[in-house]
């Protein structure tokens, strides 16, 4: 009977999180993702609430990446577009020659990337939002960001009539940030979730949330998760 | 059509538009514009009023216009009723705005490239109207050419008339029927009988678009001419969350509901139900206190100093409803500016 009423959880679910299911999702899939991509830098959270009140209500926030670096050479070019992102903070700690290499190669320009995934409220699913910079802070123009796409996500854009990627206002910063638009979100998240009849307690998807959308949603910006991060086995053991 | 919608078409905010001192390469310098700008419009779309007065004294260079107040660039996709609203706390007739052709700053605001941008900024807002409203954006995406241009259109020029025509083959109406439905009730003050009461009708949930714009000040002032000033987009918190309505027998939702339901962080015992939680419980309004000091009420710890739609604040015991189908915006908006009144320990600047 259990798994009957688990059942028909899943099959009642639209795919939307509420804000606190963000939150929790959003802590799972940092977790994970400290663990399986130790050589990149963390998600955080980020709370958002711009008083220190004393409330009762969760604080609401985002999860943040910033400092990814694509490297742009001529070798990537000839290849299939294989992104390759480093980590820029730690530069100073890691004795590679490729960071001398780096510096004494002018020609080979680096775009830093900030992504952060924040809570819709009229979609009530997550949103990615990114920013590209040169390496003295400018602002990069969205042809430019669009050659440090893949190429499928090239080739879908120029395809769709409704633009998936647009410059919008960041939520919380006040600042034009770019954005993945979300409105089919939740029903391929519904798909996801279905197609799995072993992922059928409703804890369990509320909290895996996050890692699996994030498996779809990063290849649009090249972004790619170990696949040791969908691992039910390991998410039940810990 | 209701008389206060026909008002809300017709509202207009007097501008005296100066051109930059940075931009202007005659002498003497060329008078300011007198525009009438529509409430409901975008001030981008002022270009054809503005570049023909002020042209022939620009420098060279590319144009892109933007706008600024008292050193504060305005963001050209809120709609210009809103940006009034917000920032001259007490209006300014005329509201005097400072026209910028070059130098746009564009690591503030998003970039404009001219009506294209404000149509394309409107659409997907109405397509997000309708997300909330219906769970899909489906009549949206399918607007045939002809309506988005007849659409677009009747928003350029102010024509209530056409705009409802085209509006309604979008289906956003149904919490438009249920609401005037709640208003009728309220009215006549008549307990609905159990028999009307839908199955799926008690499972359905609306959702209403709003955009609130959260000002929040830690000093009291009586005049709104004391009110200190927004000199950068920090200080607001811009809000888009949507309300959520619970048909509840015998009980009609007020503006100061909706407006404690969206900002739960400052009115806490509203917050459950904001997650979504289907065991609603009853709440309880206490008479709130004057008296920012007082030890009652201490899980509210923001007072609501004025809410404004429009152009006008309504009493905050008005049903929400009425706000809603009367002062929504074009896009299916409800725009809210708010300002909060927080206590000073607990405010940090």
Same mark, same amino acid.
């Given at each position: 009977m259990d798994l009957q009423g688990a059942v028909k959880d899943i099959i009642a679910w639209d795919g939307t999180l509420s804000s606190s299911d963000f939150s929790l999702s959003a802590h799972t899939f940092s977790e994970k993702w400290k663990r399986f991509n130790p050589s990149f830098p963390p998600w955080q959270w980020i709370p958002c609430l711009k008083h220190h009140l004393v409330a009762s209500h969760k604080v609401e926030g985002y999860l943040s990446l910033e400092n990814m670096c694509h490297i742009k050479s001529s070798e990537e070019e000839e290849s299939d577009r294989s992104l390759t992102w480093k980590e820029e903070s730690n530069i100073s700690q890691r004795e590679e020659p490729f960071d001398n290499a780096a510096l004494v190669c002018p020609e080979h320009?680096?775009?830093?990337?900030?992504?952060?995934?924040?809570?819709?409220?009229?979609?009530?699913?997550?949103?990615?939002?990114?920013?590209s910079y040169h390496g003295d *802070?400018?602002?990069?123009?969205?042809?430019?960001?669009?050659?440090?796409?893949? *190429?499928?996500?090239?080739?879908?854009?120029?395809?769709?009539?409704?633009?998936?990627?647009?410059?919008?206002?960041?939520?919380?910063?006040?600042?034009?940030?770019?954005?993945?638009?979300?409105? *089919?979100?939740?029903?391929?998240m519904k798909l996801l979730f279905n197609g799995d009849s072993s992922l059928n307690k409703k804890d369990f998807v509320i909290e895996q949330y996050?890692?699996?959308?994030?498996?779809?949603?990063?290849?649009?910006? *090249?972004?790619?998760?170990?696949?040791e991060m969908l691992d039910t086995v390991v998410s039940n053991n810990s | 059509m209701s008389e206060a919608q026909k008002h809300v078409w017709e509202g207009a905010i007097p501008l005296q538009i100066h051109l930059h001192e940075s931009e202007v390469?005659?002498?003497?310098?060329?008078?300011?514009?007198?525009?009438?700008?529509?409430?409901?419009?975008?001030?981008?779309?002022?270009?054809?009023?503005? %570049?023909?007065?002020?042209?022939?004294?620009l420098p060279p260079g590319v144009d892109t216009i933007w706008f600024e107040y008292k050193g504060l660039p305005l963001k050209?996709?809120?709609?210009?009723?809103?940006?009034?609203?917000?920032?001259c706390v007490e209006p300014e007739r005329p509201w005097n705005l400072t026209v910028h052709f070059r130098g746009y700053p564009s690591n503030i605001l998003l970039p404009c490239e001219g009506e294209d941008s404000v149509k394309w900024s409107f659409i997907n807002s109405l397509k997000e109207a309708a997300y909330i409203?219906?769970?899909?954006?489906?009549?949206? &995406?399918? &607007?045939?050419?002809?309506?988005?241009?007849?659409?677009?259109?009747?928003?350029?020029?102010?024509?209530?008339?056409?705009?409802?025509?085209?509006?309604? %083959?979008?289906?956003?109406?149904?919490?438009?029927?249920?609401?005037?439905?709640n208003v009728s009730s309220v009215l006549i003050k008549s307990p609905q009988s159990p028999g009307d009461t839908d199955v799926t009708g008690q499972v359905k949930t609306g959702r209403i678009p709003v955009r609130l714009?959260?000002?929040?000040v830690n000093e009291e002032f009586d005049d709104f001419e004391d009110a200190p000033q927004i000199d950068n987009w920090d200080k607001v918190s811009y809000i888009n969350r949507p309300v959520e309505i619970y048909k509840e027998?015998? %009980?009609?939702?007020?503006?100061?509901?909706?407006?404690?339901?969206?900002?739960?962080?400052?009115?806490?015992?509203?917050?459950?139900?904001?997650?979504?939680?289907?065991?609603?419980?009853?709440?309880?309004?206490?008479?709130?206190?004057?008296d920012p000091g007082s030890s009652c009420n201490t899980l509210e710890i923001a007072e609501i100093k004025f809410v404004r739609v429009q152009g006008i604040e309504p009493i905050l015991d008005i049903p929400f409803s009425w706000v809603v189908n009367n002062l929504m915006n074009p896009e299916y908006f409800l725009h809210m500016c708010v300002c909060l009144k927080v206590s000073k320990s607990n405010a940090v600047q």
């Open positions: 320009e680096v775009n830093q990337y900030d992504f952060h995934i924040v809570y819709s409220a009229t979609y009530r699913v997550p949103v990615l939002y990114f920013r *802070g400018q602002l990069l123009p969205f042809d430019e960001i669009e050659k440090d796409l893949p *190429g499928h996500s090239a080739k879908l854009r120029s395809e769709s009539k409704w633009t998936f990627i647009s410059h919008e206002e960041h939520p919380y910063l006040n600042r034009p940030w770019y954005k993945l638009h979300p409105c *089919g979100t939740s029903d391929w996050l890692v699996s959308w994030f498996s779809a949603i990063g290849l649009v910006v *090249g972004l790619k998760m170990p696949l | 390469t005659t002498l003497p310098p060329p008078p300011p514009a007198l525009v009438l700008a529509p409430r409901l419009g975008y001030l981008p779309l002022l270009i054809s009023l503005l %570049k023909p007065q002020f042209s022939s004294t050209w996709y809120i709609p210009t009723g809103v940006l009034f609203d917000l920032l409203i219906n769970g899909n954006s489906k009549n949206v &995406m399918n &607007m045939s050419q002809t309506d988005q241009v007849e659409l677009w259109g009747s928003v350029l020029n102010g024509n209530l008339e056409t705009y409802r025509r085209v509006a309604s %083959k979008l289906k956003l109406g149904t919490f438009e029927d249920e609401y005037m439905e714009y959260l000002w929040t027998d015998g %009980k009609y939702f007020s503006l100061n509901d909706a407006v404690k339901r969206i900002l739960p962080e400052f009115f806490p015992e509203n917050s459950f139900v904001t997650e979504g939680d289907a065991n609603i419980n009853q709440i309880e309004e206490g008479e709130s206190s004057s």
